[in-house]
């Protein structure tokens, strides 16, 4: 018995050790992993895609459902009404799937709008600014990009796609085709950007985070391109904007 302590006492020390760099090797191979730009939104793609192909796949089985049970119950009335029935659901799956389609092509269209600001701000890394893609925050979801510039000055940019010309009109913020003017689906987007860096303020413990709206597409014809303290401006012309601020 007293061998036995002896051999776990001198041996404790170096298991200790080893156990220490080992756990040393893991954390220097697994370094906290940065998002990409429109990381999140293309998760939502894949995820909007899936849905509507089992959508789908569940519209096809009930309608072959629908023809077997015509086949058997047609000269039955109990059994139309279960056959209309079962088509009217194979229809509504089939629409379901088409608006999840359509769902995840918007949200493709802002991973695309996303990757493009992320390649338009890259010089601003190389002059020393810090970028940080789909930040998690707690009551709108993702910021799409939060930036540090050089001068300890904090910025907020949510990045849209939508075409048309953006005009501030009736208290809001709207798109413009022609002489006809409409709201956004998505609500009040100055309102959005602005509790962003709200959000953001708090989670980086700064005095204040300037807010910006960038489109991709589409013009802008608002003065100044301010609207209530969010800058609202295209994406060649954010960099510029985003320099002059920073003055």
Not at 12 to 26: A, C, G, K, M, V
Not at 74 to 86: C, E, K, P, Q, Y
Not at 101 to 116: F, I, V
Not at 214 to 238: H, M, Q, R, W
Request: net charge positive.
């Amino acid at each position: 018995m007293r061998f036995l302590q002896i051999a776990i006492g001198s041996w404790y020390p170096l298991l200790s050790e080893f156990q220490s760099l080992r756990n040393s090797i893991n954390y220097r191979k697994l370094p906290p992993r940065t998002k990409q730009p429109g990381e999140q939104i293309r998760k939502l793609v894949k995820e909007r895609r899936q849905s509507a192909m089992l959508s789908y796949t569940f519209a096809v089985v009930v309608l072959m459902g629908t023809v077997l049970l015509f086949s058997i119950f047609r000269t039955s009335f109990v059994g139309m009404l279960l056959s209309l029935g079962a088509l009217v659901g194979s229809y509504n799956l089939y629409r379901n799937g088409q608006h999840l389609m359509k769902r995840a092509g918007d949200a493709q269209r802002g991973a695309t709008a996303e990757t493009e600001v992320a390649r338009l701000l890259r010089p601003l890394e190389h002059r020393g600014w810090q970028l940080e893609y789909n930040l998690r925050i707690r009551r709108w979801g993702d910021a799409d990009v939060v930036l540090h510039s050089p001068q300890d000055n904090w910025y907020v940019v949510d990045v849209k796609s939508h075409s048309g010309t953006k005009v501030y009109e009736s208290g809001r913020l709207r798109k413009r085709y022609g002489k006809n003017t409409f709201d956004f689906n998505e609500g009040d987007l100055i309102g959005k950007v602005k509790g962003q860096a709200t959000e953001v303020k708090h989670l980086k413990s700064t005095r204040w985070v300037t807010a910006l709206l960038c489109f991709t597409k589409g013009n802008v014809d608002i003065p100044s391109n301010e609207v209530g303290g969010v800058y609202v401006v295209n994406a060649t012309d954010l960099v510029n904007t985003l320099l002059h601020l920073d003055k």
